[in-house]
């Protein structure tokens, strides 16, 4: 069965420092793996997507994701952190063959601090 | 460009009533859909799935049921409420099966 952790539960971070939210995933054969945030009492709202090809992934605000095989990681990236950057954020995974559904981590709360 | 509508964007039922929440999507032909529930803590979790008209596919054995009367519309209804059945609500559709989602913004379900 496949499945995403994310450890952090929360991660705050100094405004204007560089952020990481970390995401590792299990899954059968390579994966598809994405990025989402969410505000408050909203939908979330899709980031970026790791399918194929350079392991580094750039999105949407300024976000960045490194996709790491060895590791079975894939964690976000910003180098500097706005107060704005504040919300949840979602890494979810795939088994890229086939029709697999998609597996979503619990989220952590990033939390930047003016 | 594609827009996803979700309504209502708060509800709240008593319990043993009939629910409805609608989920319509524009600027795309044959959409996947999808519906997830977020519980209080944070996870998401996937309730029903579409990939055509009339095709709906259940993820858990649950008081509700999904429709697709129409390509781009998905209802989630119930015909009596749990408790158990208050949740954040979130439509979403992809462009092909299980890739990036884009999400409603959601309906608040509180049963009383």
Known sequence: ?114 | SQTIHQWPATLVQPVGSPLSLECTVEGTSNPNLYWYRQAAGRGLQLLFYSVGIGQISSEVPQNLSASRPQDRQFILSSKKLLLSDSGFYLCAWSPLLNTEAFFGQGTRLTVV
């Open chain 1, 1 to 114: 069965a496949q499945s995403v952790a994310q450890p952090e539960d929360q991660v705050n971070v100094a405004e204007g420092n560089p952020l990481t939210v970390k995401c590792t995933y299990s899954v059968s054969g390579n994966p598809y793996l994405f990025w989402y945030v969410q505000y408050p009492n909203r939908g979330l709202q899709f980031l970026l997507k790791y399918i194929t090809g350079d392991n580094l992934v750039k999105g949407s605000y300024g976000f960045e994701a490194e996709f790491n095989k060895s590791q079975t990681s894939f964690h976000l990236k910003k180098p500097s952190a706005l107060v704005s950057d504040s919300a949840l954020y979602f890494c979810a995974v795939r088994a890229a063959r086939g029709y697999q559904k998609v597996t979503f981590g619990t989220g952590t709360k990033l939390q930047v601090i003016p």
